[in-house]
Nanobody, 135 residues
Framework: QVQLVESGGGSVQAGGSLRLSCAAS????????MGWFRQGPGKEREGVAA????????YYADSVKGRFTISLDNAKNTLYLQMNSLKLEDTAMYYC????????????????????????????WGQGTQVTVSL
């Protein structure tokens, strides 16, 4: 059973930065898609950034492109989300998620894994960490 534990959330002023971490455990052999999702007050959960553990093209929501960076440290089994130039609208509960994904071929690397931005296809979720951006 995959377990995901997020940390790093908090309160920050607009324009500031935060780095979220997601410590993963319980993985079996194989490849995974891992991503960050967020859910603001009264909003649906949305994909923020996601990647395949086998590498290749990374997904970013248009609203965070150029400001957020997702990365994976395989040695530490930890997924990160570096968030810079934070805006008020980034305020949300941020969740780390993972799903078993097919392995990637060389031809796949330029493509996004199917459904990588869809929270409904992810099997494993962390408990969430709150990010609050204020003026």
């Amino acid at each position: 059973q995959v377990q995901l534990v997020e940390s790093g959330g908090g309160s920050v002023q607009a324009g500031g930065s935060l780095r979220l971490s997601c410590a993963a455990s319980g993985y079996t052999s194989g490849s995974y898609c891992m991503g960050w999702f967020r859910q603001g007050p009264g909003k649906e959960r949305e994909g923020v950034a996601a990647l395949h553990t086998g590498g290749g093209r990374i997904y970013y929501a248009d609203s965070v492109k150029g400001r957020f960076t997702i990365s994976l440290d395989n040695a530490k089994n930890t997924l990160y989300l570096q968030m810079n130039s934070l805006k008020l609208e980034d305020t949300a509960m941020y969740y780390c998620a993972a799903e078993i994904c097919p392995g990637r071929t060389a031809e796949d690397m330029g493509l996004l894994p199917p459904g990588v931005d869809d929270p409904h296809v992810y099997d494993y979720w962390g408990q969430g960490t709150q990010v609050t951006v204020s003026l």
